[in-house]
């Protein structure tokens, strides 16, 4: 069985101590605009946006955002690539210990199709005396969800992070957007997770597992609107997929599913994984490498440095489906780093690290 699991993310790796973190949003990351009234669901101007990050040393549990060895938490507007600074102002205001809760106060996706922000946080290393900058960010999307637009949305009802036994477990909730209304009639719900053991089609594409009654003591409401999800359902991430069948035959879309994922996280796992890669995160013109290293760490520290566990390296293309036979004879790569090269990576792929 998997001690943890890890997907590609870059960090700034040095002798320093290692940074991670997350953004908390209390509305779900998609936002209906119905144009036919000119309203948004939620509407941010009068249930605001709050944006909450935290701080953790990796392979720890315990949120650091407030400490003193926290300088400073500044924001950003990243959505044209440029790092804008967002200040104070009648639509951004700063709050908590360190200024670090950003409340939005205004629809500020009215005729974007997203936006996205960053936080980016300065932490001196007592060990070392350096100021380490982590930045982590967050999107949002605006769908346009007039009269004749239908469109499956899911949201983390309690948030995406099991934290410090803070919840005992994690709501999703599907619904079905049509127009500027939720339709619940005749519509049936199918959930799926991310499990790159699953070589056969189960309905939600290779390398996603249905939910079924047989895994109702980590999870349950697999056929319902809402799953509730407990921590022993995941090692440190987990993905999910609900597909949303509309069954009403007098319904035009009678017969079509619709689609939505989310990623939630559990930062009170005692074991966690980091992957650096080398090259980056981005080939261009269709050349480049790099090499994927895992590195566990528990407690803040690096465990099994000299790689003696083992570590299966699987692949998800740009539709996000598995992709059998990439290691030759067997769906997935060993070794505590691989290599990956432009041949790989066809406009984008995913890799994901299992460790046992």
Request: net charge negative.
């Amino acid at each position: 069985m998997a001690i943890a699991t890890g997907q590609i993310t870059i960090i700034d790796y040095n002798d320093a101590l290692t940074l991670t973190g997350y953004i908390q949003s209390n509305h779900p990351k998609t936002q209906m605009y119905n144009p036919d009234n000119g309203t948004y669901q939620p509407n941010w101007a009068s249930s605001n946006l709050v944006l909450t990050p935290s701080l953790f040393k990796l392979g720890t549990a315990t949120d650091i955002i407030t400490d003193a060895a926290v300088q400073s938490v500044q924001w950003y507007d990243v959505t044209t690539g440029s790092e804008v600074a967002i200040t104070a102002n009648a639509t951004h205001v700063f709050s908590g210990t360190k200024n670090h809760i950003l409340t939005i106060k205004a629809n500020t996706l009215a005729g974007l199709p997203g936006k996205d922000y960053m936080c980016k946080v300065t932490y001196k290393d007592p060990s070392t005396g350096l100021d380490l900058i982590h930045k982590f960010d967050i999107s949002f999307s605006r769908v346009v969800n007039g009269s004749g637009i239908t469109d499956a949305v899911l949201t983390a009802l309690d948030g995406a992070v099991f934290k410090n036994g803070s919840v005992s477990s994690l709501r999703l909730k599907a619904e079905l957007w049509r127009g500027s209304t939720i339709d619940t009639t005749s519509v049936t719900y199918t959930w799926y997770i991310m499990d790159s053991s699953v070589s056969t089609d189960q309905g939600g594409g290779i390398g996603w597992r249905k939910i079924t009654a047989d895994t109702a003591n980590v999870i349950t409401g697999y056929n319902l609107d809402t799953l509730t999800v407990y921590p022993a359902a995941f090692n440190n991430i987990g993905v999910f997929k609900v597909y949303i069948k509309d069954t009403d035959a007098a319904s035009p879309t009678n017969g079509t599913s619709f689609i939505d994922t989310i990623t939630l996280a559990d930062q009170s796992d005692p074991i966690q994984v980091s992957i650096t890669s080398t090259g980056g995160d981005v080939f261009k013109n269709g050349l480049g490498s790099t090499t994927l290293t895992a590195k566990l760490f528990q407690a803040g520290t690096e465990i099994d440095a000299g790689g003696t566990k083992t570590y299966r390296w699987y692949k998800y293309n740009s539709a996000g489906t598995l992709v059998t036979g990439w290691g030759g004879a067997t769906d997935y790569k060993t070794g505590k780093s691989i290599t990956v090269g432009d041949s790989d990576v066809d406009t984008k792929a995913t890799f994901l690290v299992e460790v046992s």
